[in-house]
């Protein structure tokens, strides 16, 4: 509008009487065609600022670069895109996430687990150097760091430190070690790849976490202070629309990598600190959520493993813990069923392996060496009972002992974890109440009986110890735990566990005495 103003001005000025004199001064021979001429001249210049007009009419609809005038510095509040969010840290990690408007820190982002947790034991004989009444204080820390490099590329960093003080617990480390234990270690460094290639396959490349399933076979318990990690790459897809989820992995397991899967018993696939520990391990893992609905879910994992272990490594192979025993090569095979019809659900996973163990092979396809894991639960639209369950483990022992991997044992075999997977008979019955109707808070109580599948073969997951002929019971075990949901990402719980220990037990350590365990522990992810 200002445009047209100025042309209309123009024309005005143009047709004054000054105008028109100081023109004809140039040129006072012929004044009509000095006037014919000026009106030419007038009208050109009229068709170029009409077309300048358009053009800049045109040029209003586009974007522009650069601004007018500098905006105004605009307070802390303002700068801020988005408030600060604390969420669950993975597997299943959305990590907190400072999402300023400066160039470069949206890329960003933090995520974390702590553990404080006091514990006592009291009348406990589980090892030489160990005394009957326990108290003390364990601390666990991971911290994360996650650059997005591109849009289909992000590096992770993960700092780990563990700290124990008063007289160390088996639960925190092996027994016979020192009381106080330290570790600052950098546990985790990947690379995540995207959509590598447009295959759909998303990859994850270096030191890491690896978890499947329900955690029987890889995962990683954090009740622990110690950590599992692989060095390797692991890939995943997602097919079938969405309904399938393909994972396949190619691991290097070396000294150190994991913690004992048990505070007693260790996994014989386990390295311990004989001599130089490494193993290949290579896993396809399918899973097929099959059905997906209102009250109605079911999911179906297909699996097999195959683990390979360095001849001169120290794995439980031996006539004794870490006794160098040959190469062990093993094939796992095995699935897993989970099946929800509200107020119902059950879930049962059945596996198996054959193999070299030690140098001495095994021809049996795993008919001889297995193991299976049943539950099944009732969730009642109730106030204060939250869902009843039971369950019932096996794994064979003796000559034909399932070994098993890398597994999440902490909760499966009671709170006292005094068995992990292996040479088991294990059977379980349990509620969960809600004792407060308007808070997320539940009291957990649950009753554990053990005992080992075969009398020779040492007590629970040992497989290698002396056992005791004709004495299997393991012993009982009661459990009661208060879970009180402080923040979305806060959790703190009290529990207590109370054994009453059987024949296999008492042959194997000398003690009839109940046990009793207490803890409280806080945490936090973020």
């Known amino acids: 509008m200002r445009i047209l103003v100025g042309v209309v001005f123009l024309l005005g000025v143009g047709s004054t009487p000054g105008f028109a004199q100081e023109n004809q001064g140039e040129n006072p021979v012929d004044g009509s065609a000095s006037k014919d001429q000026l009106i030419l001249d007038l009208q050109k210049k009229i068709n170029e600022l009409s077309d300048r007009v358009q053009e800049l009419e045109e040029q ?11 905006a105004p510095a605009a307070g802390l509040e303002e700068r801020i895109d988005e408030t600060i969010r604390m969420s669950p840290a993975e597997p299943v990690r959305e990590p907190m996430r400072l999402n300023f408007s400066s160039p470069g820190l949206d890329r960003v982002s933090f995520s974390g687990f702590l553990r404080l947790r006091g514990q006592y034991w009291d009348r406990l004989h589980s090892a030489p150097g160990l005394k009957d009444s326990i108290l003390s204080f364990d601390q666990r820390l991971d911290l994360g760091i996650s650059l997005r490099v591109t849009e289909k590329t992000e590096v992770y960093f993960e700092l780990h430190d563990q700290r124990v003080w008063g007289n160390d617990t088996p639960l925190s480390t092996p027994p016979g070690v020192i009381a106080e234990e330290k570790n600052l270690e950098v546990s985790a460094v990947y690379a995540d790849f995207s959509d590598v290639y447009g295959s759909g396959f998303n990859f994850r490349v270096g030191r890491q976490k690896f978890e499947l399933g329900n955690e029987r ?67 396809g893992y399918f899973t097929w959520d099959y059905m997906e609905g209102e009250g109605s879910n079911g999911t179906a994992d297909f699996y097999v493993f195959f683990v390979d272990s360095d001849p001169l490594s120290g794995f439980r192979t031996g006539a004794a813990p870490g006794v160098f ?29 054959f193999g070299k163990v030690g140098g001495v092979r095994g021809d049996d396809y795993g008919f001889d060496n297995y193991a299976y894991a049943a539950r099944v639960g009732f969730d009642p639209d109730l106030d204060f009972l939250a869902g009843i369950y039971a369950g019932y483990d096996y794994a064979t022992g003796g000559g034909n002992a399932y070994i098993p991997l890398f597994p999440t044992d902490h909760g499966w075999f009671g709170i006292m974890d005094f068995a992990t997977w292996a040479n088991i008979e294990h059977f379980v019955v349990g509620a969960d109440l809600d004792i407060l109707a308007d808070a997320e808070d539940t009291l957990s109580v649950s009753y554990h009986w053990l ?59 000398g003690s009839s005495n109940n046990v009793l365990f207490g803890f409280f522990q806080y945490m936090m992810r973020f």
Request: charged share 15%; aromatic share 10%.
């Open 217 to 283: 076979h890889f995962g990683e318990d954090e009740w622990l202070n110690g950590t599992t990690r692989f060095d390797g790459i692991v890939g995943r897809k997602t097919m079938m629309d969405g309904a399938g989820h393909l994972t396949v992995a190619a691991l290097r397991l070396a000294d150190g990598d994991q913690a004992l899967p048990a505070p007693f018993f260790g996994s014989e696939i386990s390295p311990v600190g004989a001599g130089p520990t490494t193993a290949d391990v290579y896993v």
């Open 60 to 70: 209003e609809d586009e974007p522009a670069l650069l601004p007018l005038s500098p």
């Open 451 to 509: 005992s080992q599948q075969a009398d020779t073969g040492g007590f629970a997951g040992n497989h290698q110890a002396g056992g005791v002929a004709g004495q299997k019971e393991i012993g009982q075990e009661l459990d009661l735990t208060y879970t009180a949901q402080c923040t979305d990402n806060s959790t703190a719980q009290l529990g207590l566990g109370y054994f009453l220990p059987g024949d296999a037990y008492t042959g194997t350590f």
């Open 325 to 353: 025993g040959g190469q062990t090569s093993l094939v796992y095979y095995g699935a897993r069923w989970e099946h929800s019809i509200d107020p119902i659900w059950w879930e049962g996973e059945f596996t198996t392996h």
